[in-house]
């Protein structure tokens, strides 16, 4: 399998893209209190400035921190499961709720185990049109088993590890 490279900003963009009306929505409510809090009284303006900046502010905070946990931290090298010391012949599992970054680093960085992907997304139950925009931007991982979350279907004392990689559920900023 290729080498999956994260490109630079990746994970704030995909953010963006996934949940692009929301920021839309931010915009237009900016833009409009911009155009109009001139033709309105004193402390309507000033409301119409707070909400401005309390808009402006949440979004730069809530992308900052994406960036920070997303794009710049080694959360994607996942050098943090280094300690583990995972030897060869071992089962890995990796659970996602939709929306897979990781397995294709889980298999490259343990190319001899063997890895199985659990997906509990269910489009009937999860209708954020988030992970739906990022299932269709990013493939399914080969061979992914869709389950419940009722019912993981593993045998019991069959799986060495277990991953349940820093994900949302939702993809969208509060």
Known sequence: MEKLKRRAFQGVGNIIRFNWHFYAVAFFIVLVLSFTKKYLPFYMSFIANTAIV???ITT????????????????????????????????????????????????????DKNLIVLDFYDASKHTEISIERARKAY?????TI?????????????????????????????
């Open 54 to 56: 309390f808009t402006i």
């Open 60 to 111: 730069f905070i809530s992308l900052s921190v994406s960036y920070y946990i997303y794009d710049y931290s080694d959360l994607y090298t996942l050098k943090w499961l280094d300690f583990l010391n995972i030897k060869d012949n071992t089962t890995i599992v990796n659970i996602n709720a939709g929306f897979d970054e990781t397995s294709s680093i889980l298999q490259d960085k343990f190319p």
């Open 139 to 143: 493939p399914v991982f080969p061979n």
């Open 146 to 174: 869709n389950i419940r979350t009722d019912n993981i279907s593993l045998q019991a004392n069959s799986v060495d590890y277990i991953f349940l990689i820093l994900r949302h559920m939702k993809l969208e900023p509060k």
